[in-house]
């Protein structure tokens, strides 16, 4: 397979931070790092995204990525304490197609917890893409870090099932319509390869 372009040399990348797979339709994808030159891509996909994922993503709503956002998503990450992948679809016609990122970031306050978040394009979802992009991501994570702390929806079923693919998970009602998750996570090499695959 050959590495598909995205507004940076291929150089940018080692071979070690590509990861070939399979969608759960059989579409084959690549996953590989969020990189500086992806700013504009970045708030171009977001644009296309629906409001349900747009809210689902922040649990706000949030219409656009601001330039100070973007400096959170794209700027800040450094690939030690804020890890962020992209995958993209290879469709057997036609050109690669971005389908959706994930990343985690250590929370300062506690260095063993992180935060994560997911988000896949609307044309994607139910694809496995999530699925794949988290076990990558997993295994990528901050050095130490043993619990994830977020936030998912109440009305949105699918990151509590991936969660549950991940470790031993708790989840509480926040009291604000939504619901805290806590995640304790296996050693890095303990993440299982056949994870449930519902995003």
Known sequence: MTVPSRGGSNEEKGPDDTSWVRLRD????VI?????TDRDALREEYEHLSPEARFHRF???VPHLTEPMLDQLVDDVDGVDHVAL???A???EG???PAGIARVARRREDPATADVGVTVADQWQGRGVATALLRALMRRRPRGVKKIVTKVAWDNPVPLALARGLGKVDVRPDGCGGLDVVIDLPDETDIPED???DG
Not at 26 to 29: D, F, L, R, S
Not at 32 to 36: D, I, R, T, V
């Open 32 to 36: 590989w790092p969020l990189l500086p």
């Open 26 to 29: 059989g579409t084959n994808a």
């Open 195 to 197: 994870a449930p695959t």
């Open 90 to 92: 290879l469709p057997e």
């Open 95 to 97: 050109p690669e197609v």
């Open 86 to 88: 992209v995958l993209f």
């Open 59 to 61: 649990m706000s709503a």
